[in-house]
């Protein structure tokens, strides 16, 4: 049974940062990532980043997120600077080998 654990979400100011986290139990993942849902919307994919390194960002996010893993740990990380109220979302993170596996989701709000 896969299981991923989040953390880092939070209430921070626009303009300020922001780290999440998600360690993956099981083997290493071919693709880890992150997704998000704002109220209302459907789930948008942030970034990817495949274990051999190669990121994908969506065009909202390029230059102010950063996505990086560490594979002997099985966690990705997701470090999110400049931050806008538009980035105000619940925030998943996934791995896929064969299949997707999601985690639970970490609440990220930013005040204007």
């Known amino acids: 049974q896969v299981q991923l654990v989040e953390s880092g979400g939070g209430l921070v100011q626009a303009g300020g940062s922001l780290r999440l986290s998600c360690a993956a139990s099981?083997?290493?993942?071919?693709?880890m990532g992150w997704y998000r849902q704002a109220p209302g919307k459907q789930r948008d994919l942030v970034a990817t980043?495949?274990?051999?390194?190669?990121?994908n960002y969506a065009d909202s996010v390029k230059g102010r997120f950063t996505i990086s893993r560490d594979n002997a740990k099985n966690t990705v990380y997701l470090q999110m600077n400049s931050l806008t109220p538009e980035d105000t979302a619940v925030y998943y993170c996934?791995?896929?080998?064969?299949?997707?596996?999601w985690g639970q989701g970490t609440q990220v709000t930013v005040s204007s």
């Open positions: 980043i495949t274990s051999g390194g190669t990121t």
């Open positions: 996934f791995c896929n080998t064969f299949k997707p596996y």
């Open positions: 099981g083997s290493i993942f071919v693709v």
